[in-house]
C-alpha cells in the first residue's frame, strides 16, 4: 500500500519556493525585526524542508504505515502494560476549555484543572493505599528519580548523611540503578532465589546503617509476587530504610492489593500503562510519585492543595521551602493526567477492580496453553506476565530474536526479549486484559506454528522477518557509521 | 460482569481457568498472603456513561477561562497548524510504544530521524537525541553531560537572566547529583561579562548555562563567550526558546558546546503546562555522552536503507548505574509535533513568526509606555517577542480586572515588574483592546483616588 516517492525523508521532497503554511499579514509593519543589531541575528537559515500541505499529509501518513501500535493488534510486550487507550480519553484532553489554558494564569481562572489534578491525586492515593501524590513527574524513570529524591529528602531533614546506598534486586528493571546513580545514590544488588523471588537471606547482610533504602517491583519483572513482601518491608524498616515501589507491574494489583498496605513508603505509578494513556511511540508518559503518610512535606513543588469551608471549595497551588525542589516546568503532563482522570471515571470502582483480576487470567492462559513448547523456568501461578527461556527444543539453533521476528510477519507484536537478565533466552509476555480468549488462542497458535517452523526450517525462523516493510536491521553498521542526521546521510555511503 | 473495555464472557473466563487448573479468579491470587489481599471496593465513584463522562467534564469546563493570552515564560501560544492534529491523532503512531522492534517501527523512527535533523539543524549543532522530557529537565541533563564530559570538575554555573523555572529544576538535579551551581550576576538584564569571566577563570567549571533569549526577551551578546569558556576547557550550554531560533542567532553560530531547551513553541498546545518537549543538540564528538534515545540509519537484510534505535550501549537498559542517565522514553509523540510544525513552516515561516511577534511586541511595548504608566524595564537592550515593564499600578488587581475582561496581561515577575509576551496569535484589534481595557483601569484607579 506505501507509496515510494512519499515515504523518502522529507527533505527528499522539499522544492525551493514550496511552502506549507499561510499566516496573518504584519500589521506593526513599522517594527522590524531587521533593525535588531545585526550580530544577534541568525546568519545561516536552518535547513528546514520546503514543502506544501498535502506533502506533508502524504508523507507522514505513508511513514504511519510503516508502524504497529495497539490499535493495530496484539501487543504482548512484557512490563510495558499495553493496554487499550480508549478514544472517550483523547476526546476529553482535547476539550479547549482544558488544553487552552496556559500554566501562569491566575488560580481562580483555572479552578476546573486544579480540580481534575487535586481527584486524580486522591484516586490513586486511594488505590494504591499511600498519603498523597504529586503528578508532575513526566515518566516512569523520571516518577524512579523524583521517588528517589524524597528518600533522600527524609533521610537528610533527619541530619543522616551515611545513608547513601540503595538495595535493587537482580531482576530489576535498568531504569532502577540507572535513576539511583542520577540521584547520588550507590547500587547494591540482592540477588533472587532459584523461584525468582527476592533472596532474604542474601538481602539480610546488606543492611545497616548507610542504606537509603530498597527498590523493588512487585509482582517482579517475572511476573512473581514477593510473597516475602512483608517481611522485607520490616527488614529494611528496622535498619532504618524506605521502601521504594516500582508500578511498573501495577496493573495485576488492581482491585487485590495496594502497595501501600504492603508496606512501600514511596512509589511511582506509570498513568501510560496502568491508565491507559497511549505510549505516542515512547511518550508522552506521566509518572506520579505517592508518599505515605509523614513524607509529603518531600514532594517536589509545585503543589495543587485544596481549601474548603462549610460552602466553599478552592484549589491553589502551593511551593513550600520543605520540598526537594523542582522537577519540572510546571505541573506535568497535564493531558496525560486529563486521560488517566477519564480512565478512572469511566471504569468506576466496580471495573477498575476486574483489571488486575483478567490480566493475570489471559497471562497464566498463555503460559499455560504454551509450556509445552516454550522453556518455562518458573513453575506456578504467574501475575500480569510471565517469562519464557526461548524455545524448549534448543537444538535447532533458534533463538529468541529469531521467533520475536517471525511473529511480526504473522501480525503480533514480539514480546519484550533478552530481559530479565536472569535468563540467555528470556521472552516476557504480558497480555492485558483487553484482549479476548480469541486473540489469546490465535496467538497462542502461531507461538506454536513458529516452534515447529523452528524445529522443521529453521532458516525460515532465523531470515525473519519475511513480510515487514523492511527486513531484519544491520545494527552494527548503525552503530559504526553513526549516521543520525540528514546532512550526514548526505555525506555518507550506507 | 460485562463491560465495553473486557471481552470477558462467564464461559470464556471457564475455559482460561480450566486450562490454567484453577477454579476462580481469587485462586489465580492465592500465592498472595491473604493478610495483604484488599477486602473492600475502592472509595471511587461508580462507572459513568459516555455521556455522563462529556457531561462531567463539559460541567468542570465551565470553572476554567481560557484567557486571551500575553503571557509566555516558558510556555508560548503560538498557531499550531491543523495538518499536525490530524497525523499525531493517528493510531498507528499514537498507540505504538518505543521502537524496540524496528521492521515494524520504521513511522517511528523515521520521524525521530527527521526530528534529528531538523534540531541539529535549527540549533546550528551537529546532532541531536531523540528529544527528552521537556525544557528544564533537558537543560539539567545537558549540567549532568558537562559535568560527565569535563571529568572531575562539578560545578557549573547558571546566569541569573535564565528563567527562574529552568533554573529551580536544574538546581534540584545538581543537588542530587554531587554538582555544585553558581549564579552569574545580572546587570541592566543582561548577564555580567565580567561576573562570568571571574568565575570561568577560576578554572574549576564543568560548564556555563546561558540564556537566548533570556528570560526578559532580550537577546543577549555572547561574543567572544565560548572562545572563554574554551580556552578554560569549560563546556558553554545555551538553553532556547525553539522558535526564537528561526531568527537569532543559533547556539551553533555562537559555537556553544549543547543546546537546549523547550520545544513547546514550535506550535505545541500550551495544554496547562505540558506535554511538550525538550531538546538537546551538540557536537558529534560529544554524542556517546549524550543522554537518551538516538536513532542512526542503516540497511535491511535487502540492502535497502532503514532507521535504528543505535550507540543504545550509552543507556540504562544495558549500562544500569553507569548509564548516560536514567531517561528511557523520549518525548515522542510530541517530536513528531514539532516535526511536522517544522516540516509545514519552514526556515521561512518560523522567520515570518518571529517577525509578526517582534513587531506585535514592540507595538504592544509602545503603547503601554503611551499610557504614561508603564516603562521598559531595560530600555537599551533588545528584545525579541517578550519583554520585561515597570508599572507602579497595583498589579495583582490590574490583572484580575484584565482577566474578567477575558485577558491574561503578563506575569508579575516582582512587586513593581510584569513580563509581557506578544506572539503571532495576538491581532491588532486584540493588543489595542488590551490597551483599552488598561486605560479604563488606570481611569477608574484615578477616579477612585479622588
Redesign the interface.
Known amino acids: 500500500m506505501n507509496n515510494q516517492y512519499y515515504s523518502k525523508l522529507i527533505f527528499e521532497l522539499s522544492h525551493e519556493g514550496r511552502r506549507g503554511y499561510s499566516l496573518p499579514d504584519n500589521e506593526f509593519k513599522e517594527y522590524d525585526l531587521a533593525s535588531m543589531p545585526q550580530n544577534l541575528l541568525r546568519q545561516q537559515e536552518p535547513d528546514l524542508p520546503q514543502v506544501d500541505e498535502l506533502t506533508v499529509v502524504r508523507h507522514y501518513t505513508n511513514m504511519s504505515n510503516n508502524n504497529f501500535g495497539v490499535d493495530t493488534g496484539f501487543y504482548p510486550l512484557g512490563s510495558c502494560t499495553m493496554k487499550y487507550n480508549p478514544k472517550i480519553n483523547e476526546e476529553i484532553c482535547a476539550m479547549p476549555a482544558f488544553s487552552g489554558l496556559h500554566p501562569l494564569q491566575q488560580e481562580n481562572t483555572v479552578q476546573g484543572a486544579l480540580e481534575v489534578y487535586y481527584n486524580l491525586q486522591r484516586s490513586l492515593a486511594e488505590i494504591s493505599g499511600l498519603s498523597e501524590f504529586t503528578l508532575n513527574p513526566y515518566a516512569g524513570a523520571h516518577g524512579e528519580l523524583t521517588g528517589l529524591m524524597i528518600m533522600r529528602s527524609y533521610h537528610m531533614s533527619r541530619n543522616d548523611s551515611k545513608r547513601t546506598k540503595v538495595i535493587v534486586p537482580d531482576s530489576a528493571h535498568g531504569t532502577n540503578p540507572a535513576s539511583a546513580a542520577v540521584c547520588g545514590l550507590e547500587v547494591v544488588v540482592v540477588k533472587s532465589r532459584p523461584d525468582g523471588t527476592v533472596d532474604v537471606d542474601d538481602l539480610q547482610p546488606l543492611l545497616g546503617d548507610d542504606i537509603a533504602g530498597m527498590m523493588m517491583t512487585n509482582p517482579n519483572t517475572l511476573g512473581i509476587f514477593e510473597h516475602d513482601i512483608a517481611k522485607i518491608a520490616q527488614l529494611v524498616h528496622d535498619c532504618g530504610g524506605l521502601m521504594y515501589y516500582d508500578g511498573a507491574n501495577l496493573n495485576p494489583m488492581l482491585g487485590k492489593c495496594r502497595p501501600g498496605d504492603l508496606g512501600f513508603d514511596i512509589m511511582h505509578i506509570n498513568l501510560h500503562k496502568t491508565f491507559s494513556t497511549p505510549h505516542g511511540g515512547g511518550g508522552p508518559g506521566s509518572g506520579p510519585v505517592g508518599v505515605r503518610a509523614g513524607l509529603e512535606q518531600f514532594l517536589p513543588n509545585p503543589r495543587v492543595k485544596r481549601t474548603e469551608g462549610d460552602d466553599w471549595y478552592q484549589y491553589s497551588i502551593e511551593n513550600t521551602d520543605s520540598a526537594l525542589g523542582s522537577i519540572s516546568s510546571f505541573l506535568g503532563n497535564f493531558a496525560v493526567i486529563m486521560r488517566a482522570y477519564t480512565y478512572i471515571l469511566t471504569l468506576g470502582r466496580e471495573n477498575l477492580a476486574q483489571v488486575g483480576p483478567l490480566a493475570t487470567l489471559n497471562a497464566n492462559y498463555i503460559k499455560e496453553s504454551l509450556k509445552d513448547c516454550y522453556e518455562l523456568p518458573l513453575k506456578g501461578v504467574c501475575k500480569h506476565e510471565f517469562v519464557f527461556d526461548g524455545l524448549k527444543d534448543k537444538s535447532t539453533g533458534v533463538t529468541t530474536l529469531d521467533v520475536a521476528k517471525r511473529l511480526l510477519d504473522y501480525g503480533f507484536h514480539a514480546p519484550t526479549i533478552y530481559f530479565p537478565l536472569l535468563f540467555h533466552e528470556a521472552m516476557m509476555i504480558e497480555p492485558t486484559e483487553n484482549e479476548s480468549k480469541e486473540t489469546l488462542d490465535a496467538f497462542i497458535e502461531v507461538m506454536r506454528k513458529i516452534a515447529h517452523e523452528a524445529a522443521t526450517d529453521p532458516e525460515l525462523v532465523k531470515s525473519a522477518p519475511h513480510h515487514t516493510p523492511v527486513r531484519r536491521l544491520d545494527d552494527t553498521k548503525a552503530a559504526l557509521k553513526q549516521i543520525v542526521t540528514f546532512a550526514e546521510l548526505r555525506q555518507a555511503e550506507l | 460482569?460485562s463491560?465495553k473495555?473486557?471481552?470477558?464472557t462467564p464461559s470464556?473466563?471457564r475455559?482460561?481457568?480450566n486450562?490454567?487448573?484453577?477454579k476462580s479468579?481469587?485462586?489465580?491470587?492465592?500465592?498472595?498472603?491473604n493478610?495483604?489481599?484488599?477486602k473492600r471496593?475502592?472509595?471511587?465513584?461508580?462507572?459513568?456513561s459516555?455521556v455522563e463522562?462529556?457531561r462531567?467534564?463539559?460541567d468542570?469546563?465551565?470553572?476554567?477561562?481560557?484567557?486571551t493570552?500575553f503571557?509566555g515564560?516558558?510556555?508560548y501560544?503560538h498557531?499550531s497548524?491543523s495538518?499536525i492534529?490530524?497525523?499525531i491523532?493517528?493510531?498507528?503512531?499514537?498507540?505504538?510504544?518505543?521502537?524496540?522492534?524496528?521492521?515494524?517501527?520504521?513511522?517511528?523512527l523515521?520521524?525521530i530521524?527527521?526530528y534529528?535533523?531538523?534540531i541539529?539543524?535549527?540549533t546550528?549543532m551537529?546532532?541531536?537525541n531523540?528529544?527528552m522530557?521537556?525544557?528544564?529537565?533537558a537543560t539539567a541533563e545537558a549540567m549532568?553531560m558537562a559535568v560527565a564530559a569535563t571529568k572531575k570538575r562539578t560545578k557549573v554555573l547558571i546566569s541569573a537572566t535564565l528563567n527562574p523555572?529552568?533554573t529551580?529544576?536544574v538546581?534540584?538535579?545538581a543537588?542530587?547529583?554531587?554538582i555544585t551551581t553558581d549564579i552569574i550576576a545580572q546587570e541592566g538584564g543582561v548577564t555580567s561579562r565580567d561576573d562570568f569571566e571571574r568565575k570561568v577563570a577560576a578554572g574549576d567549571v564543568a560548564g556555563v548555562i546561558v540564556p537566548a533569549p533570556n528570560f526578559y526577551g532580550i537577546?543577549e551578546?555572547y561574543?567572544g563567550w565560548a572562545d572563554f569558556c574554551h580556552s578554560h576547557k569549560t563546556l558553554l550550554i545555551m538553553n532556547c526558546v525553539a522558535s526564537a531560533?528561526?531568527?537569532?542567532?543559533?547556539p551553533g553560530?555562537w559555537d556553544a558546546d549543547i543546546a537546549v531547551g523547550?520545544g513547546q513553541s514550535l506550535g505545541i498546545?500550551?495544554?496547562?503546562?505540558?506535554?511538550?518537549v525538550g531538546f538537546l543538540a551538540t557536537r558529534?564528538s560529544l554524542?556517546r555522552k549524550m543522554p537518551g534515545?538516538?536513532?542512526?540509519?542503516?540497511?535491511?537484510?535487502?540492502g535497502?536503507?532503514?532507521f535504528?534505535l543505535?550507540?543504545q550501549?550509552r543507556?540504562?537498559?544495558?549500562?544500569?548505574?553507569?548509564?548516560t542517565?536514567?531517561?528511557?522514553?523520549?518525548?515522542?509523540?510530541?517530536a513528531?509535533y514539532v516535526?511536522?510544525y517544522?516540516?509545514?513552516?519552514?526556515?521561512?515561516?518560523?522567520?515570518?513568526?518571529?517577525?509578526?511577534g517582534?513587531?506585535?511586541a514592540?507595538?504592544l511595548a509602545?503603547q503601554l509606555c503611551q499610557t504614561g504608566h508603564f516603562s521598559l524595564a531595560f530600555p537599551d537592550k533588545?528584545f525579541?517577542n517578550e519583554f520585561a515593564v515597570k508599572t507602579s499600578l497595583p498589579i495583582s488587581d490590574l490583572?484580575?480586572f484584565c482577566?474578567e475582561l477575558g485577558m491574561?496581561f503578563g506575569?508579575k515577575i516582582s512587586d513593581d515588574t510584569l513580563l509581557i509576551c506578544v506572539t503571532?496569535m495576538r491581532?491588532?484589534t486584540e493588543i489595542d483592546m488590551l490597551t483599552d481595557v488598561i486605560k479604563n483601569f488606570i481611569e477608574s484607579a484615578e477616579e477612585g483616588k479622588k
Do not use: W
Not at chain 2, 498546545?269 to 511538550?276: E, K, S
Not at chain 2, 542517565?325 to 510530541?334: H, K
Not at chain 2, 519552514?346 to 518571529?354: A, I
Open positions: 460482569m463491560y473495555y473486557f471481552p470477558h470464556d473466563i475455559a482460561m481457568l486450562t490454567c487448573g484453577e479468579l481469587d485462586d489465580l491470587y492465592k500465592d498472595i498472603p493478610g495483604l489481599i484488599l471496593e475502592y472509595d471511587l465513584p461508580h462507572a459513568m459516555e463522562i462529556r462531567f467534564f463539559n468542570l469546563g465551565e470553572y476554567n477561562r481560557p484567557l493570552c503571557v515564560a516558558g510556555c501560544d498557531y497548524p495538518v492534529n490530524t497525523i491523532s493517528r493510531s498507528e503512531f499514537l498507540t505504538s510504544y518505543t521502537p524496540y522492534q524496528a521492521e515494524i517501527s520504521q513511522g517511528t523515521q520521524y530521524f527527521e534529528q535533523s531538523m541539529a539543524s535549527l546550528g551537529e546532532v541531536s531523540a528529544s522530557y521537556d525544557g528544564c529537565t549532568m523555572i529552568v529551580r529544576v538546581e534540584t538535579y543537588k542530587f547529583h554531587g537577546v551578546d561574543t531560533l528561526g531568527a537569532i542567532k543559533s553560530e523547550d498546545p500550551m495544554n496547562f503546562g505540558g506535554p511538550y558529534k554524542i534515545r538516538i536513532v542512526g540509519a542503516t540497511t535491511d537484510a535487502d535497502q536503507r532503514a535504528v543505535t550507540l550501549a543507556e540504562q537498559h544495558i549500562r544500569r548505574e553507569k548509564a542517565s536514567n531517561i528511557c522514553s523520549n518525548e515522542s509523540l510530541m513528531l516535526t511536522i517544522m516540516a509545514l513552516m519552514g526556515s521561512k515561516g518560523l522567520k515570518e513568526v518571529n517577525e509578526l517582534y513587531s506585535g514592540h507595538y509602545e533588545p525579541l490583572q484580575d482577566a491574561q506575569l503571532e491581532s491588532k
